[in-house]
């Protein structure tokens, strides 16, 4: 059983920056990838970045358009999503995922490819 727990949200102004941090516990946590996804109030979870985990493969949503990075300290269990250049488009609830199937060269980027889901980190940007 893998459980992911998200952090690092809050209120920050148009233009700031944010850090959130996912951390995996399990009795073996070994995932092919982890993703972020975002879900603002009335719309449909979306893909935001992934990771594959072995080699940091990585994968974003056009609309990041290189604001935001994805990394992963394996030593640590822990996914980062740094998060600059913040609109107040980007609110959200932020969650994070794993998928434990080997997708190849391809980095999942569809909420049914992840097994496992944290329960999400409030992002609010005032304008």
């Known amino acids: 059983q893998v459980r992911l727990v998200e952090s690092g949200g809050g209120l920050v102004q148009a233009g700031g920056s944010l850090r959130l941090s996912c951390l995996a516990s399990?009795?073996?946590?070994?995932?092919?990838?982890m993703g972020w996804f975002r879900q603002a109030p009335g719309k449909e979870r979306e893909f935001v970045a992934a990771?594959?985990?072995?080699?940091?493969?990585?994968s974003y949503a056009d609309f990041v358009k290189g604001r935001l990075t994805i990394s992963r300290d394996s030593s640590k269990n822990t996914a980062y999503l740094q998060m600059n250049s913040l609109k107040p488009e980007d609110a959200a609830v932020y969650y994070c995922?794993?998928?434990?199937?080997?997708?190849?060269?391809?980095?999942?980027?569809?909420?049914?490819?992840?097994?496992?889901w944290g329960q999400g980190t409030q992002v609010t940007v005032s304008s």
């Open positions: 995922a794993a998928a434990m199937t080997n997708y190849g060269a391809y980095v999942p980027a569809k909420v049914g490819q992840y097994d496992s």
């Open positions: 399990g009795r073996t946590f070994s995932p092919y990838y």
């Open positions: 990771i594959r985990w072995s080699d940091s493969r990585l």
